[in-house]
């Protein structure tokens, strides 16, 4: 797969960032004899991330829909660990997990009036006529609305991810498809690591305490100034947008990074748990790590859709 100079560019950037994040590590912890320790971890895991979404990312497009597919599959199924569930439910779990293949094949299909109603509408539709017909209407309404908001959350909203790959103004943008959506991904994930630094330096003023207490002020701001400026200076080499709009579109990320991130807190602190779960070391569950994701790339898609097309 030939790859733009520019996205390539990019992934040097991000590369050197790892290098230099694990060098600094190594010499703190030589320095003072300290075993590896979350940060260690988190970095590792980082570059565990970076490797698999790179390598799915410039392989090919089907591997790249392949990988969201199963990062949607990861999350439905964390989710759907969590919430509680009636022993009646376990018989609409198997057509929850089928929605995940058809979802992604109208992606891959480029059917986009399909891919955009398919679980709004069609999935919406037929969960509770398939639990109508189980003849068990305790806990109904409950057991609709946590079924749906999961589809919703981790397989249609990440699904937009993807569907930047087959988008026609994402596919015409300096750096291809990969590099609108490697924009989307840097952006909502260094949000996250900005706002966590931002705050733990100088924040104060709590903005949701009883659902996310280490949410403060000076880290949101401080993380969506950070995203802003980001995006000014690599957006003109991944997207179509100007350097002005790439500033206000990474100010909408970084604001849409924080509601998506709380959203899920407020789940977490709702059932009484901490991570999601443990399949990335140091970093909790797949979950807790596309929970920005699942808000700023329905809007990111949407965007470049709507104002590029």
Known sequence: MNLSPNLILVFGGILGLLVVATIIDFLIRRRSGAAPNELTRRIRSWWVMASIFALALVVDRRISLLFFAALSFVALKEYLSLIPTRRADRRILFWIYLSIPFQYLWIWQAWYGMFIIFIPVYMFLFVPIRMVLMGEPKGFLK????????????????????????????????????????????????????????????????????????????????????????????????????RPEAAVVGLILGLLGFFGDVSISALKRDLGIKDSGGTIPGHGGVLDRVDSLTYTAPIFFHYLRYFHS
């Open 143 to 242: 057991a609709a609305g946590t079924l749906h908001w999961g589809l919703m959350t981790t397989v249609f909203s990440l699904s937009h991810a993807a569907g930047l790959l087959v988008l026609p103004e994402a596919i015409g943008s300096p750096a291809g498809a990969a590099g609108v959506l490697l924009f989307l991904v840097v952006l909502t994930q260094l949000n996250d690591v900005a706002q966590f630094i931002w705050g733990k330096a100088l924040g104060r003023r709590k903005v949701v305490p009883t659902v996310s207490p280490n949410k403060t002020l000076e880290g949101l701001l401080g993380g969506v100034a950070t995203t802003s400026l980001l995006a000014f200076g690599v957006g003109p080499l991944l997207t179509p947008f100007s």
